[in-house]
């Protein structure tokens, strides 16, 4: 053998020495996207409260039932593909009056449905393998059934007693005189946000545009909700990808459990999309390197961690029940948390329902169709129209 | 704070995880060769090569998990070529494990290279093959990605010569105790070498051509 020794060394290759300059812009730019996000809540909130009463009443008439509230939720969600765009939304139109927390909370409780269809489609990817396939549809159906069967039991309970709101409603007196949604005194965060809305109101009164005006700023207010949490997604997911895979690499040691829904929390809170967070885990699933019984918890922590964004959006509403429908929104996914999942047998549930539908759906790929189109489309229309 | 938002795309971690496994092998050739050479009793160090095997065996799924959930995490941004590179490092490092474990697993069955005619010879070979997982380490550790033009060439002529003994103790008139030991060892040694080889195209070539190299179609060639 001869001498191995290398010609002259060469320095390990630095990290780029701009990279944290892009992390700090990029925190810059979400706190502006936060910005941009409650001044698209404000918009939209005054926009449909320019519209006048009988406008909006004859708007919202087609969801006055709690089941047709529900299924508009869940459309709406599948629409947009983010739980956040629609929760966000409706706490909008709760701060604007426009919409009681009644008809709100099985909105929002709609919306929990909608928004896993993400990671359902996301598992179709993985359709040409069949074991591949049946651990990630297992994965992703875990998230969908789970959130069905919490709204069949909260659904009733909400529409008969009051029980998510009502809770919500207790919650949010807590915070009585301390957040610009339920305090006299706007503070400066929320004259921040009207300040932009207020400008734009005053060219279009200006220009004699009134009555188009509510109009134009519903639109705006969607498009700057749309965006800013497309933003703030993207620049957040940069942010914290080391940190999420980190995470994910501790929750494969240590397995299922409290720690795995805490994770899940916290990178859907860090990443404000639970979609993002759920269809992260589906290729890790299919590959069979996660559990279900690992996916499940992260899955439940990213339920609780979407509510956030609600709870943002409530900062911008004027209406002391926005807060109360976006508390409405944690107190019901935690409820879920606390009915299904402490006990063993009830936690097997959506775990067993899943994995038969992923072998169901593995044998018969025709059926995934249904099942898809089924859930996320027809049932909700279908509710819609008999309600 | 600048190391809470540290980015993991350059898979740090991974690298050291190879880096020490690459460690490992080293150890456990050096326990092979002192059981082989009988400057230990084999069954002495029985307990710390298989140990040693089974953390090669675990750092390498741990591996796996790693570039998985990097891929699921970073989606579109991920570098694929480096991901699937370290897939095929990983393995040819388990497998230069394996083979230490083999060349261990020879005294375990009586092999004794520390008497015969060739004893300094078959010295000789540990010592390079040795000094051959050391400067893959160091070479990988630091691509250095000159120094890997220089190595293989030289590992490919080492593979050679070692797969001329193989074949002669194979066909040779020599009892088979003394000639079959001798046919495995060469053939183990040339393997051992050939995976650090295949390790060290990593550096230069395209992902396409890992394991295969040459100068001109590596990825530096002018």
Redesign the interface.
């Known amino acids: ?2 001498d ?10 630095p ?1 780029p020495p701009l ?2 300059v892009g ?1 700090w812009a990029r ?1 810059l730019l979400t706190v502006l996207f936060l910005y941009v996000f409650l001044v698209g809540i404000k918009a939209l909130e005054r926009g449909i409260g320019s519209l006048g009463a009988g406008f909006v009443d004859d708007l919202f008439a087609t969801v006055a039932h709690p089941l047709a509230a529900l299924a508009a939720g869940v459309l709406a969600t599948v629409l947009v593909q983010s739980s956040s765009v629609t929760t966000s939304t409706i706490v909008g139109l709760v701060g604007a009056g426009v919409l009681g927390i009644e008809t709100a909370v099985p909105m929002v409780m709609g919306a929990n449905i909608g928004t896993t269809i993400t990671g359902t489609l996301a598992a179709l990817g993985h359709v040409r393998q069949n074991a591949f396939f049946r651990r990630a549809f297992a994965a992703a159906t875990v998230h969908d059934y789970f959130n069905i069967l919490a709204v069949i039991v909260l659904f009733p309970l909400e529409v008969a007693f009051g029980a998510v709101s009502r809770i919500a409603v207790e919650l949010a007196s807590l915070f009585d005189g301390l957040l610009p949604g339920v305090s006299d005194d706007p503070g400066p965060v929320k004259r921040a946000i009207e300040t932009p809305v207020d400008a734009i109101t005053g060219i279009f009164e200006s220009l004699g545009w009134e009555r188009a005006a509510g109009s134009i700023l519903i639109g705006l207010g969607v498009v700057l909700i749309f965006l800013s949490l497309w933003q703030i997604t993207t620049q957040m997911r ?9 995470a ?2 501790r929750i ?1 040691g240590k397995g299922a459990g409290a720690g795995a829904m805490l994770v899940g929390l916290v990178l859907t809170v860090a990443v404000q999309s639970s979609s993002i967070t759920t269809s ?2 589906v ?2 699933a299919a ?1 069979g ?1 996660l559990t279900l019984s690992t996916v499940y918890p992260v899955a439940l922590g990213a339920n609780v961690g979407t509510t956030i964004t609600a709870l943002l959006a409530s900062v911008a509403a004027d209406n002391p029940d926005a807060l109360v429908v976006a508390i409405a929104h944690t107190t019901f996914n935690l409820l879920g948390i606390l009915i299904f999942y402490p006990i063993p047998m009830l936690r097997r549930i959506p775990v067993a329902i899943a994995e038969w539908t992923a072998e169901v759906g593995a044998r018969r790929r025709g059926l995934i169709a249904v099942y898809i189109i089924g859930m996320f489309f027809v049932v909700p229309i279908v509710i819609l129209f008999i309600t | 704070m ?1 190391s ?7 898979l740090e971690n991974v690298e050291t995880q190879l880096v020490g496994m690459l460690e490992t092998c080293s150890r456990m050739f050096e326990l092979a060769v002192g059981a082989l050479m009988r400057t230990s009793d084999p069954a002495a160090v029985a307990d710390e090569i298989f140990a040693l095997d089974k953390e090669l065996n675990r750092t390498e799924r741990e591996i ?3 570039l ?7 989606g579109a941004e991920v570098d694929y070529g480096l991901m699937l590179a370290y897939m095929s490092v990983a393995k040819d490092v388990e497998r230069v494990g394996d083979y230490c474990k083999n060349l261990w697993n020879l005294a375990d069955l009586g092999v004794d290279f520390s008497t015969g005619p060739d004893q300094s010879e078959i010295q000789e ?1 540990f ?3 040795a ?2 997982i050391v ?1 893959t380490t ?2 990988f ?7 890997v033009h ?2 293989i060439p ?1 590992i490919e ?2 593979e050679k010569h070692y797969d001329d003994h193989m074949a002669q103790f194979i066909r040779s008139d020599e009892p088979g105790t003394f000639a079959a030991p001798r046919a495995i060892l060469y053939r183990y040694i040339k393997r051992i070498s050939a995976h650090l080889s295949n390790l060290l195209t990593s550096l230069v070539m395209p992902v396409d051509r890992l394991d295969f190299y040459k100068k001109s179609k590596a990825i530096d060639a002018e």
């Open positions: 053998m001869g191995h020794r290398p010609r002259d060394q060469v320095a390990p290759d990290t990279s944290h992390t925190l940069w942010v914290v990808s080391g940190q999420i895979e980190a994910i690499n494969l992260m885990l290729p890790l590959a390197v | 600048f809470l938002f540290r980015d993991a795309q350059q796996r998990r790693e998985l959930v990097h891929g699921s995490v970073w070979h010592r390079e093959v000094e051959l400067v160091k070479v550790r630091d691509q250095e990605e000159s120094a220089e190595l030289e002529k080492d």
